[in-house]
Nanobody, 124 residues
Framework: QVQLVESGGGLVQPGGSLRLSCAAS????????MGWYRQAPGRQRELAAS???????NYADSVKGRFTISRDNAKNTVYLQIVSLKPEDAAVYYC??????????????????WGQGTQVTVSS
């Protein structure tokens, strides 16, 4: 199977910075789109940023100019650099990846996988 493991969350003061990482491992042939989603208490999960394998990026309007998504295809890792954190950025951040994976028979298929989430708290 495929596992996504996030790291880098924590408690940050308003205006501070944070860098999240998400590493994929397991039966990976290739990874297509990768993205960071976030879910605040009582709210639906929403896309914060996404990136294609070729490096094209997409951001939610609320994070443009403050979030930067990047990836290292050789390491199967996606990053999210966050600056100028606001209280409304507080949420659990989830990594998502569209992965071409394979059964033990060798047959390949593409599926979306999620990480377990990492908490970002913004408070003074």
């Amino acid at each position: 199977q495929v596992q996504l493991v996030e790291s880098g969350g924590g408690l940050v003061q308003p205006g501070g910075s944070l860098r999240l990482s998400c590493a994929a491992s397991g039966r990976i042939s290739s990874i297509k789109d990768m993205g960071w989603y976030r879910q605040a208490p009582g709210r639906q999960r929403e896309l914060a940023a996404s990136i294609t394998r070729g490096g094209s990026t997409n951001y939610a309007d609320s994070v443009k100019g403050r979030f930067t998504i990047s990836r290292d295809n050789a390491k199967n890792t996606v990053y999210l650099q966050i600056v100028s954190l606001k209280p409304e950025d507080a949420a659990v951040y989830y990594c998502r990846a569209e992965v071409e994976t394979y059964y033990t028979t060798g047959i390949t298929y593409t599926a979306a996988f999620w990480g377990q989430g990492t908490q970002v708290t913004v408070s003074s």
